[in-house]
């Protein structure tokens, strides 16, 4: 299983403590993920090999659709919505996620966990992460599907 996350760091030494396969750097992968505003502008990237981390998670049938169908983008889930917000606003990010999950394993959508820890004390295990997803409305399975599908996407390494 792997994880993305935001501080830079020995991989090998932190993959090994936390039980994943390999820790990815947000630094590294950058040039994979492509950051947007709205659900609309995910349909514009679905010809391409990238992960689309969502600024805002809203209800919309129609681009989560198109990218299912070409079935080369992938929905990257920023776990860190949930662990790092209290109160009525964790409750509204669980709520826009949960639903926009169900709109991905409706449709065939594939989606990514990460937690995209800040600092190592903040790195969760694959246990956890797949928890989260339960919560979110995923079963344990999906949860370590949606783990595994971050190397497919993480850059080659010469």
């Given at each position: 299983m792997?994880?993305?996350?935001r501080f830079?760091?020995d991989?090998?030494a932190?993959?090994?403590k936390?039980?994943f396969?390999?820790i990815?750097?947000?630094?590294?992968m950058?040039k994979n993920?492509i950051?947007?505003?709205?659900?609309e502008?995910a349909?514009?990237?679905r010809?391409?090999?990238?992960?689309?981390?969502l600024k805002?998670?809203?209800?919309?049938?129609?681009?989560?659709k198109?990218?299912?169908?070409?079935?080369?983008a992938c929905?990257?889930i920023?776990?860190?919505?949930v662990?790092?917000?209290?109160?009525?606003q964790?409750?509204?990010a669980?709520?826009?996620?949960r639903?926009?999950?169900?709109?991905?394993n409706?449709f065939?959508a594939?989606?990514a966990?990460a937690s995209?820890a800040?600092k190592?004390?903040?790195?969760?295990?694959p246990?956890?992460l797949?928890s989260?997803?339960c919560l979110?409305?995923l079963?344990?399975?999906q949860?370590?599907f949606?783990l595994?599908?971050l190397?497919?996407?993480a850059?080659s390494n010469?």
């Amino acid at each position: 299983m792997y994880d993305l996350v935001r501080f830079d760091t020995d991989a090998n030494a932190i993959s090994k403590k936390y039980g994943f396969d390999e820790i990815y750097f947000f630094s590294e992968m950058k040039k994979n993920i492509i950051t947007i505003n709205n659900i609309e502008e995910a349909a514009n990237h679905r010809n391409k090999k990238v992960l689309l981390l969502l600024k805002n998670y809203i209800y919309d049938e129609g681009p989560v659709k198109l990218v299912a169908e070409k079935r080369k983008a992938c929905f990257l889930i920023d776990l860190s919505r949930v662990i790092k917000t209290k109160g009525l606003q964790r409750a509204i990010a669980i709520s826009r996620i949960r639903t926009f999950l169900e709109l991905c394993n409706r449709f065939g959508a594939f989606y990514a966990l990460a937690s995209f820890a800040e600092k190592e004390s903040d790195i969760r295990t694959p246990e956890e992460l797949i928890s989260i997803g339960c919560l979110l409305g995923l079963n344990r399975g999906q949860g370590r599907f949606a783990l595994k599908m971050l190397k497919h996407y993480a850059p080659s390494n010469p």
